[in-house]
């Protein structure tokens, strides 16, 4: 894993760095350069990954949703492990790169969904244990849950229950970079969290038969 150590950047230095770093559309490039299209025209309009995939296939699609995880990653992960950020520096450092793949202005601050993004800043933190059970929780609810607003809550959620379970009692300032993300994510989604939520079909069938 990454050793602490020094690398002197204040707080503010390395929360312009995560926003900036969360900024780049690589995704829009990606699909740009490769297919001559603009992904926002496709599917839901979402300038992410997931629509990258639609329109390239899934080796693109993993280039791209590891290149949008690593822009979340890096700042944040440098600035814990060897800048010696901690405590309530942490929170705008680690909602920086959320926000500006969110909030991009190279996308009149229409951008993405920020999901990689999150799985990227959690790393950071935690490493594996962050893609291991943010990951296992919204493959899980995506399963059980219909529509992919609320199945990512769900998933965030349990998240949070794990992160309360082990982090939070040694870092009680990480509830609250939680509950940031939370909100950046409802507003992101705003529009599928507007529908009544539900199970998915094949979970209602079979409740249906016992």
Not at 36 to 41: E, F, S
Not at 100 to 129: D, E
Not at 135 to 155: E, N, R
Not at 168 to 183: K, Q, R, S, T
């Amino acid at each position: 894993g990454l050793e602490k150590g020094p690398l002197k950047m204040n707080v503010w230095m390395w929360t312009i760095l995560g926003f900036f770093a969360g900024s780049i559309p690589f995704s829009m490039g990606i699909s740009k350069l490769v297919a001559k299209r603009d992904i926002r025209t496709i599917a839901d309009g979402n300038p992410g990954s997931m629509n990258v995939g639609k329109v390239l296939g899934w080796r693109w699609f993993l280039i791209a949703l590891l290149l949008d995880a690593l822009k979340g990653f890096i700042p944040v992960g440098f600035a814990y492990f060897r800048g010696g950020m901690d405590g309530w520096q942490l929170f705008p450092i680690v909602l920086a790169p959320v926000l500006g793949h969110a909030f991009s202005p190279w996308l009149k601050f229409r951008g993405g969904k920020a999901v990689a993004t999150t799985f990227g800043v959690w790393f950071g933190l935690i490493l594996w244990n962050a893609g291991f059970i943010l990951g296992a929780a919204l493959l899980l609810m995506v399963k059980i849950v219909k529509g992919s607003g609320w199945a990512l809550m769900a998933a965030f959620s349990l998240f949070g229950i794990f992160l309360a379970l082990f982090y939070f009692p040694d870092h009680p300032e990480w509830l609250y970079i939680w509950l940031g993300n939370a909100l950046i994510f409802i507003i992101k989604h705003w529009q599928e969290l507007g529908e009544t939520p539900s199970l998915q079909p094949w979970l209602l069938k079979r409740l249906k038969r016992q």
